[in-house]
């Protein structure tokens, strides 16, 4: 083999080796749960928990917050973030604007935020009263648990959510939905009514099997036996192509709200509810997407007790910048509350500007280099 042929083949050799490495970092292996964790306001904040198996999950960040509230929604707390990896390279995550310690008939709107990397949201509140003024939601006295989903036959984001109102119009939850916007900033025109079975009715949650069917899973919060039951259909669109499947899809005696339904790269569905009273999340697995049996539960205390949330897969590079960021928050909360008798000279000189530098890079968008680097610049400082 000559020298020129040997070179080409090297190059060959090289750019599969990249190109599968850069294949290992987009496939997708580990599962991102959002999630807020009780009724104080300092628990109605958004957190993460990160799993390897879909099943059991350690907190991001031990466990604090990575989303505050104030930061984000007029009622300075949150509840029910669901998330979405979009169609477009982004990721989309909504919640209820709501502060419970003011009442479960109390909010009035709901938050919409995107993000590229999972880490800097944009983020927007949208107050039905100020947003569709002159409307039948002007008078909404409470918007609750919005999510998303990509609509095809639209070719839109579709956020749906439930709603009531004090002026009659609508005197029990029911499920309505409305566009969003091409930046994801606003919903398009008015709430229209997605579905309604004469009783309240809470929490969708909508997920599409392989043979493109739609799943639409919500609460009977309005009847005697609350549960979650299901629908079927080939269009979200048309309710009388809709089917309703017999019982409920829980496996437990316990009360449940919040269903999420996700699927683990083997292949099996997942759905979770939040054993809300007992204060557990159970996870439920199921092959058909239609029966399902308990799995296992949440425990009752310690640093992961998660309330109405949602899980998605991720990738290795998310993986990794997540992973990162955890890093750069732990050494951000180590310098902001150590000892001044545990520093030295310098950095008692420099701690502040320290700080400076770490806030001031985490409002940068997110990458694994500028974390990196951020990370250098720390262990810098701490070795002097």
Same mark, same amino acid.
């Given at each position: 083999?000559?020298?020129?042929?040997k070179?080409?083949y090297a190059v060959?050799?090289? !750019?599969i080796?990249? *190109?599968? #490495? *850069?294949?290992?970092?987009? $496939?997708?292996?580990?599962?991102?749960?959002t999630?807020?964790?009780g009724?104080a306001? %300092?628990?109605?904040?958004?957190?993460?928990?990160? #799993?390897?198996?879909?099943?059991?999950?350690?907190p991001?960040?031990?466990?604090?917050?990575?989303?505050?509230?104030?930061?984000i929604?007029?009622?300075?707390?949150?509840?029910? @973030?669901?998330?979405?990896?979009?169609?477009?390279?982004w990721?989309?995550q909504?919640?209820?604007?709501m502060?419970?310690s003011?009442?479960?008939? &109390?909010?009035?709107?709901?938050?919409?935020m995107?993000?590229?990397?999972?880490?800097?949201? %944009?983020?927007?509140?949208?107050?039905? @009263?100020?947003? +569709?003024?002159?409307?039948?939601?002007?008078?909404v006295?409470?918007?609750?648990?919005?999510?998303?989903?990509?609509?095809?036959?639209?070719?839109?984001?579709?956020?749906?959510f439930?709603?009531?109102?004090s002026?009659?119009?609508? &005197?029990?939850d029911?499920v309505?939905y409305?566009?969003?916007?091409?930046?994801?900033?606003?919903?398009?025109?008015?709430?229209?009514?997605?579905?309604?079975v004469?009783?309240?009715?809470?929490?969708?949650?909508?997920?599409m099997d392989?043979?493109?069917?739609?799943?639409?899973?919500?609460?009977?919060?309005?009847?005697?036996?609350?549960?979650?039951?299901?629908?079927?259909? @080939?269009?979200?669109?048309? #309710?009388?192509?809709?089917?309703?499947?017999?019982?409920?899809?829980?496996?437990?005696k316990?009360p449940? /709200?919040?269903?999420?339904?996700?699927?683990?790269?083997?292949?099996t569905?997942?759905?979770? +509810?939040?054993?809300?009273?007992n204060?557990? +999340?159970?996870?439920?697995?199921?092959?058909?997407?239609?029966?399902? $049996?308990?799995?296992?539960?949440? =425990?009752? !205390?310690? =640093?992961?007790?998660?309330?109405?949330?949602?899980?998605i897969?991720?990738?290795?590079? /998310?993986?990794?910048?997540?992973?990162?960021? %955890?890093?750069?928050?732990?050494y /951000?909360?180590?310098?902001?509350?150590?000892?001044?008798?545990?520093?030295?000279?310098?950095?008692?000189e420099?701690r502040?500007?320290?700080?400076?530098?770490?806030?001031?890079?985490?409002?940068? @968008?997110?990458?694994e280099?500028?974390?990196?680097d951020? /990370? =250098?610049?720390? =262990?810098?400082?701490?070795?002097?």
């Open positions: 083999m000559g020298n020129g042929v070179r080409i060959i050799v090289l !750019s080796l990249v *190109a599968g #490495s *850069a294949l290992a970092k987009d $496939k997708y292996v580990a599962y991102l749960f999630y807020f964790t009724n306001i %300092e628990q109605e904040q958004i957190c993460y928990a990160l #799993s390897s198996d879909g099943w059991n999950y350690t991001l960040n031990n466990g604090h917050p990575v989303i505050m509230s104030d930061t929604a007029r009622k300075k707390a949150v509840r029910d @973030p669901h998330i979405l990896r979009g169609e477009d390279g990721f989309y909504v919640m209820t604007d502060a419970s003011q009442g479960w008939s &109390s909010n009035r709107g709901l938050i919409l995107r993000s590229r990397n999972l880490i800097n949201w %944009e983020h927007h509140a949208i107050h039905f @009263p100020d947003r +569709y003024k002159g409307t039948m939601f002007e008078n006295t409470r918007v609750w648990a919005p999510q998303t989903i990509f609509d095809k036959e639209a070719g839109k984001y579709m956020v749906y439930s709603i009531t109102t002026d009659g119009n609508c &005197s029990y029911k309505f409305a566009y969003a916007n091409d930046d994801f900033s606003d919903l398009e025109g008015e709430p229209q009514v997605l579905f309604d004469n009783d309240a009715s809470i929490d969708t949650d909508i997920v392989d043979e493109g069917m739609y799943h639409i899973f919500y609460k009977t919060e309005g009847q005697h036996t609350k549960g979650i039951r299901q629908f079927v259909t @080939p269009t979200l669109h048309n #309710s009388e192509s809709w089917t309703l499947l017999d019982g409920f899809c829980q496996d437990t316990e449940v /709200e919040g269903s999420g339904v996700f699927r683990l790269f083997d292949g569905w997942v759905l979770m +509810y939040d054993c809300y009273i204060h557990h +999340y159970q996870f439920c697995k199921s092959d058909d997407l239609k029966t399902f $049996k308990a799995v296992m539960n949440t =425990k009752t !205390s310690g =640093k992961f007790t998660p309330r109405h949330g949602t899980v897969t991720i990738t290795q590079s /998310e993986l990794d910048l997540l992973k990162s960021w %955890e890093t750069i928050l732990a /951000e909360k180590d310098l902001r509350e150590r000892a001044v008798p545990t520093l030295s000279l310098y950095q008692i420099h502040k500007e320290m700080l400076k530098d770490i806030h001031a890079t985490l409002k940068e @968008p997110a990458s280099k500028l974390y990196a951020l /990370e =250098k610049r720390i =262990k810098d400082y701490l070795n002097k």
